[in-house]
């Protein structure tokens, strides 16, 4: 069916509007300006959809876009900062099970013709389901619904086999266009359960890239399903979001130096085994102490890390900062790629505490930095500032960049136990003799640090 010039020219806006809003979300400065954009291209491009001639189920079309319009406004106004990981995760997701979802109906209907296209529509559907299960089990542990990582005995061969079977069972599809229904089932809950499987042994320290990783699959499942039905909206929206997810991903991937296929096969499961004992004591500090040091220090560098998300640190954190700059005190943040639950997850909580965006700084920009810096404040980091990433060859993170904390005069840590990262690998940076150790939770600790701060006037 051709579709009217109007629907057409409707689409192509929306798509604009999708890769100006992907432009803007490039800086910090724009973000916002792209992300209206971006909606705003999803408004025309839906409502150019009920333009469409003949369409039919107008009323569960209505009703869905009702209901999912009210769940998205309710839940967006309600979550917490500390909780954008794990609803990006489940969006991620909701867009693979969607894409996924298409792919099965139009099997189910036999529209699929043509070996190109019922191709099209079997790499959606199986990339859109591994996206759908794995975003779901990435949303479980962010939300602490799954406390551990769980590998099932002979991970990576089940891995392999599973993907091997639905591989072969899509390629059967094909050649059987259109395919019976007991194929489409059995191909499908061997997707679900790829997905599934191979995200279970998958840690907290891998997160970031894996969610990435997702957000990649359900753009070009969003994109091959877009060309199914000849939707040029989908088409461009989905290719862009899923080039730039799989560019997002190497860059992640690449900042903790570990290969993609490193991250899948032999992940970083919270209970990381090797690497050589750390020798030492930790030794302690109280917060007037640890104001009394950066009071009186040239240059102050804070690292913020997922503990100060958890506290709902930011603003105190911002906070003790101005106040150091009163009084003198050259203050910047270090953010390490994959601090955090997701990609920026730093770099948005710092923005919503206030903190200016030229006061922000990635690793290649700071790390020079440390050894002229009086103080490296740590909070709540702890794998992407251990120095055993440079050194111990036996290590699980060794070759991961990290933060060159070590390297200040003095170091203080704010943590709220003696425990390891979520790599499982002890911190040789806390035992080093110009680091100091501040037990609490991050927020009240940083409010007697300003309490301390102010009385020094």
Known sequence: MTLPIHVQGAWFAGALLFILGLKGMSSPSTARRGIVWAGVGMGVAVLATFLIPGLRNLG????????????????????????????????????????????????????????????????????????????????????????????????????????????????????????????????FVVALALGLVVTLPIGGADMPVVISLFNAFTGLAVGFEGYVLGNPALIIAGIVVGAAGTLLTQLMAKAMNRPLTNIIFTPISGAAQGGQAVEGTMKEVGPLDAAAMMRYAGKVIIVPGYGMAVAHAQHKVWEMAELLEEAGVEVKFAIHPVAGRMPGHMNVLLAEAGVPYDKIFDLQEINGEFPQADVALIIGANDVVNPVARTDKSSPIYGMPILDADKAHNVIVIKRGKGTGYSGVENALFYEDNCRMLYGDAQPVAGEIIGHLKSMG
């Open 60 to 187: 569960l079309m209505l009703a869905a876009l009702a209901l999912g319009a009210a769940v998205a406004w309710v839940s967006g106004k309600r979550v917490k900062m500390t909780d954008m990981p794990q609803m990006v995760a489940i969006y991620n997701g909701m867009g693979g099970g969607a894409a996924a979802a298409i792919a099965a109906i139009e099997f189910a209907r036999g529209d699929a013709h043509g070996p190109v296209l019922t191709a099209l529509a079997t790499l959606g559907a199986l990339i859109g389901a591994v996206s759908f299960t794995g975003s779901c089990i990435a949303f479980a542990k962010l939300q602490g619904l799954m406390k551990r990582a769980v590998r099932l005995p002979a991970q990576n061969i089940v891995n392999l086999v599973l993907a091997a079977l639905a591989l072969v069972l899509g390629g059967v599809m094909v050649a059987a266009a259109p395919p019976r229904p007991e194929l489409i089932y059995a191909f």
